[in-house]
């Protein structure tokens, strides 16, 4: 039986704020729950290849973490600066016709360079993996972490009716994508300091 700890810290991790959840938010509101579904499948399935990865070679990673950290945080800085840019310019997909949420594989690879997903997955695979195995924590990951990310698509588009206005989209999507900026400077602050 896993240990009760597990659920609740994936949950937390799944739920609060962080790189995937703003940009998830933001594709529900621009794009709607369903058009934004290959996004999440591509979150969940990315951060479970991480886990996977590290549960099968974490002595190895672990000794090329402070080697890999800064390049990975520097990588998925500049990504995160990318896509905040990208919101901030975006329109209503109405008006701007090339507008498409991020595919499945966009999704996944993005984890690799999400620090969050990072930590998240590093210590559910140092916490349970060993007493636990594999395919329940896999398992048990999944099904926590699959409604947390929903939640934040889904949400996105019931915020959707309420940003119809353009002003309002493009308010909401300047505060998005300054929070998601915002992040990735904190981060690389946190690196250097």
């Known amino acids: 039986m896993i240990d009760p700890s597990f659920f609740s810290y994936v949950t937390v991790m799944s739920i609060t704020p962080g790189p ?35 549960a099968l070679a974490l002595d190895l990673l672990l000794s090329w973490m402070e080697e890999i950290r800064k390049p990975l945080t520097l990588l998925g800085c500049a990504w995160m600066l990318w896509l905040s840019w990208k919101i901030w ?12 949420p991020m595919t499945t594989l966009g999704g996944a690879l993005f984890q690799a360079i999400n620090p969050k997903a990072w930590l998240m997955v590093s210590n559910v695979a140092l916490l349970y993996i060993a007493d636990n195995g594999i395919v329940t924590v896999l398992t048990g990951y999944a ?42 400077l904190w981060m690389l602050y946190e690196v250097w300091r």
């Open 89 to 100: 310019r975006s329109a209503a997909p109405t008006l701007q016709a090339k507008a498409r």
């Open 20 to 54: 995937n959840n703003l940009l998830l938010a933001t594709s529900g509101v621009n794009f709607g729950l369903r058009r934004t579904l290959p996004m999440i499948g591509g979150f969940l399935l990315g951060c479970m290849v991480q886990l996977l990865l590290l």
């Open 143 to 184: 099904l926590l972490n699959l409604p947390c990310i929903l939640l934040w698509a889904f949400l996105g588009e019931r915020l959707r009716v309420l940003l119809t206005v353009e002003w309002k989209r493009r308010l909401f999507n300047s505060v998005m994508a300054g929070s998601l900026a915002l992040t990735a």
